[in-house]
Each structure stands twice: as C-alpha cells, then as structure tokens.
C-alpha cells in the first residue's frame, strides 16, 4: 500500500512502499506562496496514481498552513489549473 508523508522541513511530500521510496513532489518557499518545482514517480509504480496524490498532497497542506500554491512543474500545473 502506498503511503504518502508530508515533510514540511524538507518541502516536499514522499510516497512510501512500505519502508521503499517510490516518489516525491518538491517545492519551494517564497513568502507566502509555495511553488511545486518538480514530481517524479520510480517507473515500477507510475500509472498508478501517485503523481497525483503527492501533488494533491502538497495543496492540501499549502492550503492547511495559509498559503498560495504555483507550479513551475508542468505536471503539478496541470492539476492546479483544472
């Protein structure tokens, strides 16, 4: 089962197969806007999902903690444009 851990001092979230790192959204800190800046899944779990949930992730604690959410990852801009 795939897990996903918010790291709020390493800014970013990482999805977990167990105890095996399978991928991860970063973003960067700018006053009160955090930007995505890159998401990448292990190629033995993509099409599952994951991407997703990890940039979902990242929102909902942006949103959770007050602030702005930008990409310049072009997958995590797709998914906050729609």
Do not use: P
Request: with cysteine; proline share 0%; net charge negative.
């Amino acid at each position: 089962m795939i897990e996903i851990i918010f790291k709020l001092d390493e800014n970013k979230a990482i999805a977990y197969d167990f105890e095996k790192k399978v991928g991860e959204c970063d973003f960067e800190k700018i006053d009160d806007i955090w930007n995505i800046t890159h998401t990448e899944v292990d190629s033995d779990y993509q099409g599952q999902g994951i991407a997703r949930k990890l940039v979902e992730n990242v929102i909902e604690n942006s949103q959770k903690y007050n602030k702005k959410i930008t990409a310049t990852c072009s997958y995590a801009r797709k998914i906050i444009e729609k």
